[in-house]
C-alpha cells in the first residue's frame, strides 16, 4: 500500500498524490489519462517500481478524483469541444504546470515521468515546458497531438462521444467495464473483478461527469507537438499495443520517431489499458529507462 493521500497547491489549484517507496529513492511521477483516477496505476506496479528503487508518485489530474474540479469553468459537451476546439475550459498545457508544480510542492528537482494515453500528452508538455524536471520518459498508448496520427477506431469513436453520465455507482461501473470490454486487449483477458472495484473506488471518491468532458475538450484542442518533440534530449521508450484502438499505433510509432534516440516497444495482443499480465514487462522498461537517465553525467541536482 502507498501513503496516505495528501496534497500539494499548485497553479491556483490542489492536487491529490500518494506515494510509494523511500524518498530517498529517485521519483517516479505516473501522469494518468482521461477521466481516470490514480487509482488506475495498480497498487502492485507501483509497489513493483518502489521495490526497483523507485520513490513513486501517482496522482489525481485536474477534475478527477480528490483533486480540484472546476465546474466554474462549465461542462461543454463532446460535440462542442470537437466543434470550438479553441476555446477549451483549460489546455493540456495546464494540466503539464500542474504536474511540475507537484514536483515543486515536493521538494523535487526533476523525476522520472511515465504517461499513459492523455497522461502522456501531458507528460510530452511537460518536458518542453519544464526539461529540467524530467529525467527520463516512459509514453504508453499516447500521440503527438497530431490529427494525422493516433486516431480511434470508428466505433470506438462513437462508443466515447456517446458515453452518458451515470446515474448511479453500479450504472458507473458497468459503464467502465464496457468502456475497456471495447478498448481493452484482445490478446488478454479482461479482469474485470479488478475493474469493478477500481470503478467503485473512484466513484466513491468523486464522480465527476463534468470534469471528464472539460479534460476531454483539453484532448481535442491540444496542439501538434510533432516538430518540438524533436528537442527532448531525455532518454525515452514509447510503449504502444499493437491492437490498440483507442489510439492507433500510428500515435506511438509518431512520437518514437520525432524524440531523438528514443525506442519503441510494440506489444502484440495488447489494446488500450494495462494488463496484468504485462505489469512486469513495463516495469522492466520505465526501470531500464530510469537508468539510463540516472546514469552518470545526466543526473540533476
Known amino acids: 500500500m502507498g501513503s496516505e493521500t495528501a496534497t500539494v ?47 513513486v508518485i501517482r496522482f489525481d489530474n485536474r ?4 483533486s480540484t474540479h472546476l465546474p466554474e469553468l462549465g461542462s461543454p459537451t463532446p ?18 504546470d500542474d504536474a511540475a508544480g507537484l514536483l515543486a510542492g515536493l521538494g523535487l528537482a526533476a523525476a522520472h515521468v511515465v ?10 508538455e511537460l518536458v518542453l515546458r519544464k526539461a529540467e524536471r524530467v529525467r527520463s520518459l516512459t509514453l504508453m498508448m499516447t500521440s503527438t497531438g497530431s490529427r494525422l496520427v493516433g486516431n480511434p477506431a470508428p466505433r470506438v469513436l462513437a462508443r466515447m462521444t456517446r458515453r452518458r453520465a451515470a446515474v448511479d455507482r453500479a450504472t ?35 464522480y465527476d461527469r463534468g470534469g471528464y468532458l472539460r479534460q476531454v475538450a ?20 514509447v510503449i504502444h499495443g499493437l491492437s490498440d484502438p483507442l489510439v492507433a499505433v500510428s500515435g506511438g510509432r509518431a512520437v518514437a520517431r520525432s524524440i531523438p534516440g528514443a525506442r519503441f516497444v510494440g506489444i502484440r495482443g495488447m489494446g488500450h489499458d ?26 540533476r541536482d
Open 9 to 55: 497547491a499548485t497553479n491556483g489549484i490542489k492536487i491529490a498524490y500518494e506515494t510509494f517507496g523511500s524518498e530517498s529513492d529517485p521519483p517516479l511521477l505516473l501522469v494518468m489519462g482521461l477521466g481516470s483516477q490514480m487509482l488506475a496505476w495498480p497498487e502492485e506496479l507501483c509497489s513493483d517500481l518502489a521495490e526497483r528503487g523507485h520513490l
Open 63 to 66: 477534475d478527477v478524483g480528490l
Open 79 to 96: 460535440a462542442g469541444a470537437f466543434l470550438d476546439r479553441r476555446r477549451p475550459p483549460y489546455r493540456i498545457e495546464d494540466m503539464a
Open 115 to 124: 504517461g499513459v494515453s492523455m497522461g502522456g500528452f501531458i507528460a510530452q
Open 172 to 206: 458507473a461501473i458497468d459503464a467502465l467495464v464496457e468502456t475497456f470490454r471495447i478498448v481493452g486487449s484482445p490478446a488478454y483477458p479482461l479482469d474485470e473483478a479488478r475493474l469493478r472495484d477500481v470503478g467503485g473506488r473512484a466513484y466513491d471518491r468523486a
Open 218 to 237: 483539453a484532448v481535442l484542442a491540444q496542439r501538434d507537438r510533432t516538430r518540438s518533440l524533436g528537442s527532448v534530449r531525455v532518454p525515452t521508450v
Open 274 to 299: 494495462l494488463p496484468r499480465a504485462l505489469w512486469t514487462r513495463f516495469a522492466d522498461e520505465i526501470s531500464d529507462i530510469a537508468a539510463l537517465g540516472d546514469a552518470p553525467g545526466r543526473v
